[in-house]
């Protein structure tokens, strides 16, 4: 039976976020490397926050800059926001603080009724500003 790691960060006292933001990490195995100030996961990996859903295969948090990167095959990402819907898959999803989120590889954004392929989105979801890089 695997065994899951369940973790609640309330990063404004580990990850230097706003108070109002937690996150909930669900993965098979958890490395923390505090030289590098890095938390590393991996297999099975569910991330939850009060904006956004993903899942991947292996993930990086970095402290230094506040930033997650995620692999998959692919990984996804499902937003929780009822007024600022999107979805959306690639290689590699990196999370940079609350609002920007960078999809590449063979990556796919689903928002405000259009669909976007390339190989890097760059997402904005406080201001819905796409930016696509081929």
Do not use: W
């Not at 609640?8 to 996150?23: D, G, H």
């Amino acid at each position: 039976m695997k065994s899951a790691i369940y973790l609640i960060f309330l990063l404004c006292s580990f990850l230097n976020a706003e108070e109002s933001t937690k996150l909930k990490i669900q993965a098979d195995f958890l490395k923390i490397d505090s030289y590098l100030e890095t938390l590393n996961f991996k297999n099975n990996i569910i991330i939850d926050s009060s904006n956004f859903k993903i899942k991947s295969q292996s993930a990086i948090y970095y402290k230094k800059n506040n930033s997650i990167e995620l692999f998959g095959s692919p990984a996804r990402i499902v937003s929780k926001n009822v007024a600022k819907k999107f979805s959306g898959h690639s290689d590699e999803i990196i999370v940079k603080g609350e609002d920007v989120i960078i999809l590449s590889g063979e990556a796919v954004l689903n928002y405000d009724g259009i669909e976007i392929n390339s190989k890097n989105i760059e997402f904005n979801t406080a201001t819905g500003e796409v930016n696509s890089l081929n």
